[in-house]
């Protein structure tokens, strides 16, 4: 009611204030201040309250604040005209100050609004008139105090008069509005077929009327008169909450509507809707009166719907609508009764390779599996949600750092557990990150990303296993972002090189190639390794344009080589699937005027974990265009013999690690043995990395290695060192290795 007459009232004064000003304004500017005063607390106060929406509490304390002030404005113009103003001004003064104490009346809703308005603009009016009766002594000013007391006792008399109407008149108004629900319910009782029946009570709950509508319910005889309803609807089981709810509002005589209270009668549950209101004789409780319905079948109908919206429908979980619904229950609960929790980040190791491997069928079959065995982990305060694909998160209630970490290792261990899908044995492993709150934060967003952080750790370690949150992991993730966007700058800029290391041919000594090696100095933080920022550019979506470049920069510098030197390029998985990857390649060697054959390309075998029908294509599109395919790392990951027999390649490269243990290792040396082997056979050439002391060299060369490469015979070296390299070579013809260094020197022979 207050807010409907509040923009009346405000706007008298909205009015009447500007045009007081500007007529003092012209006549005795020396009065504008108090005005201004008015002004600015109006329009401040107009902003406060005529923007407050009727569903917010409307501070009492608040709004009699700002009639004080408003009050002290208005005051403060009677008590600096009177004194000293012509018979003019006062008269206005008077007049507006009448009108504006009428105004008070409106905000009546609130009688100590009126109070504090009223009574303040009197008193300034008050003390106005006693200093012009001093400035001015005669019998007109105690007339006009006799008459402002009266006037004043009139406003107060009359305002507590609107207000206690005012206040009757909503009462009425809402008890009218709760007779006429009630009728209309009553009403709907003729409607036989919505199943809907009458029920009345007395003042100590006892049944008026027997209800017939409950005997299939409730079972047995229908429920005579004079029995408690309470007791009948809740029967011989336990209380529900529901029906709690339901004795509460009887028992403080509140008005309920469409309360739905379960009623379980021989093993069999019903569902009743009930609405009631309390009845009132000469001002005493005398019962209630009200409706009710069997609504089981729509009831269950709306549990599977509202927990179908809640659930994940392949693992049973709740959802992420649910997990932010529990998220934010247990912050409003840490912020109240300080109990502290925990967030546990869970991320399937390798859920992509099983998808790709055994079908999403199976991969579905191992989520499901892992969520069981995760499940049996917890107690029950504890809740898992799956919030997207492999991703599931647990909220561990009351937990300290030694709770956390004992569920996180018991989940690994329940997890690790071998699974047989489709004759297949499947080793499934988790990664857990650990954040408790409030330890690692208190909102949302806070404690979601230190979780996320913590797993991104675990994931970085190698999986399968779990980190706790420590402050330094945002820190880490902070400079991952700023080197993210400085790695765009750079690619952007094309603040990259590429460094090249020299191939041997292994049974002549000769220079057969260089493989280019990309480069990048950070101009704070320096050389950036190439593993960290490749990796990168792959999570940023940047090697497509950074490989494409690079691609083009050697193709341009091998041209520049004598025929048949070759310059070898690694091609990312994200670079070979672009879908303009073979048109930018012939557009590169077609500027470069490079021939294809003097063109390598390097593929690791990560390829192969998403290998389909593209895949062969793009690789079988390289080897019709002449550049040679060359499988990387072989031997590192999940190498096959496979992938030799599927297709075709020009050369593998065996990883370094079996090189570097092969004169230390009798297994090693068995595999290297075996490789090179097998690569005789078949017609491929065989590149040995890591190649760092002469006694390396001679055993692989022994062995019948076709190609080395390593720090024995160059480290990567820019463009002008390697164009250096290559005179010297043209110029004596072959290499000779220096065994005092392990160098590589032009043999003079």
């Known amino acids: 009611m207050l807010l409907r007459l509040l923009p009346f009232h405000l706007g008298a004064n909205l009015v009447s204030a500007p045009l007081t000003l500007a007529f003092f304004w012209t006549t005795h500017p020396v009065y504008a201040p108090a005005l201004l005063n008015v002004i600015v607390t109006l329009v401040l106060g107009y902003g406060i309250f005529i923007g407050w929406r009727p569903s917010k509490a409307l501070s009492r304390r608040a709004f009699i604040t700002f009639n004080l002030a408003l009050g002290l404005c208005w005051a403060s113009l009677p008590v600096t005209v009177f004194p000293h103003g012509s018979r003019h001004e006062q008269t206005l003064v008077a007049g507006v100050i009448v009108a504006l104490i009428a105004t008070s009346l409106s905000v009546s809703p609130v009688m100590s609004g009126t109070i504090s308005l009223a009574g303040v603009i009197i008193a300034g009016c008050v003390i106005a008139l006693i200093r012009a009766w001093h400035f001015s002594p005669g019998p007109l000013y105690p007339v006009l105090l006799t008459e402002l007391a009266i006037y004043a006792g009139f406003i107060f008399g009359l305002g507590q008069a609107v207000s206690v109407l005012l206040t009757r008149y909503v009462l009425a108004s809402l008890d ?77 005589k509140l008005f309920f509507r469409d309360l739905a209270i379960p009623v379980i009668r021989n093993g069999h549950e019903h569902v009743l809707s009930l609405t009631g209101h309390p009845l009132f004789e000469n001002g005493d409780f005398a019962g209630y009166r009200g409706v009710g319905a069997d609504v089981t079948a729509g009831y269950r109908e709306d549990q599977r719907a509202s927990f179908r919206a809640a659930h994940d429908g392949l693992t049973g979980l709740p959802n992420r609508y649910a997990y932010d619904d529990a998220l934010r229950t247990a912050l409003v609960e840490l912020s109240r009764e300080h109990a502290p929790f925990a967030l546990l980040a869970v991320d399937l190791d390798d859920f992509k390779g099983v998808n790709d491997s055994l079908g999403h069928a199976a991969g579905d ?89 913590a797993l991104y750790e675990a994931k970085r370690l190698g999986g399968n296993t779990f980190r706790v949150f420590e402050p330094s992991y945002r820190a880490l993730a902070d400079s991952r972002r700023d080197l993210i966007r400085d790695l765009r700058e750079a690619v952007h800029d094309r603040r990259f090189e590429l460094h090249y290391q020299p191939v041997i041919n292994a049974q002549t000594r000769h220079l057969v190639g260089f493989e280019a090696l990309a480069r990048w100095s950070h101009p704070v933080l320096g050389p950036v390794p190439p593993d960290r920022f490749i990796r990168l550019a792959e999570e940023a979506g940047l090697m497509g344009e950074l490989g494409s470049w690079l691609l083009q920069q050697a193709c341009m510098t091998a041209i520049r080589w004598p025929d048949p030197l070759w310059v070898s390029v690694n091609i990312s998985v994200e670079q070979l699937y672009h879908q303009n990857f073979i048109s930018t390649l012939r557009n590169n060697l077609r500027l470069s005027g490079l021939p294809p054959e003097r063109l390598q390309l390097e ?28 499988l990387d790392d072989f031997g590192k990951g999940y190498s096959s013999l496979g992938y030799l027999r599927f297709f075709p390649f020009s050369k593998i490269k065996l990883d370094a690690s079996f090189v570097r243990d092969m004169l230390s290792d009798s297994r090693s040396a068995a595999i290297v043995s075996a490789v090179i082997a097998l ?66 020197s032009a043999n003079t022979a």
């Not at 593929?603 to 060359?630: H, N, P, R």
């Not at 005789?680 to 060369?701: C, H, I, K, N, S």
């Open 603 to 630: 593929v690791t075998e990560t390829i192969f974990m998403e290998a389909d029908a593209a895949t062969y294509g793009v690789l079988q599109s390289l080897q019709s265009l002449g550049v040679s395919v060359v």
């Open 365 to 453: 079959r191992t989520l499901v599996e892992v969520t069981r065995r995760l499940q049996r982990c917890l107690n029950d305060k504890d809740t898992l949600f799956r919030t997207g694909g492999d991703e599931l998160i647990l909220i561990h209630h009351h937990a300290t750092v030694d709770s956390a970490v004992v569920l996180a290792e018991t989940m690994l261990r329940f997890v690790s557990e071998p699974l047989k899908i489709e004759e297949t044995v499947v080793r499934p492993s988790i990664s857990i990150g650990i954040a408790l709150a409030p330890l690692a934060g208190s909102g949302e967003s806070a404690l979601q990303e230190a979780a996320d952080l």
């Open 176 to 252: 009218l509005a709760e007779q006429r629900d009630i009728v209309r319910l009553m009403l709907r009782r003729s409607d036989q077929s919505v199943g809907e029946w009458v029920w009345e009570t007395d003042a100590e709950g006892h049944l008026i009327s027997s209800v017939a509508a409950l005997t299939g319910i409730i079972g047995g005889d229908v429920p005579p008169d004079g029995c408690l309803f309470l007791q009948e609807l809740g029967g011989t089981a336990p209380a529900s909450p529901q029906w709690l709810h339901l004795a509460h509002c009887m028992k403080s």
């Open 679 to 744: 690569a005789v056979d078949l017609g491929v050439a065989v590149t040995a990395e890591g190649v760092e002391t002469p006694e390396y060299f001679e055993r692989l060369r022994d062995k019948g290695c076709t190609e080395v490469q390593g720090y024995l015979f160059g480290r990567p070296m820019s463009q002008e060192k390697a164009s250096h390299l290559v005179e010297k070579f043209q110029q004596t013809g072959s290499f000779a290795i220096d065994r005092r260094n392990s160098a590589l």
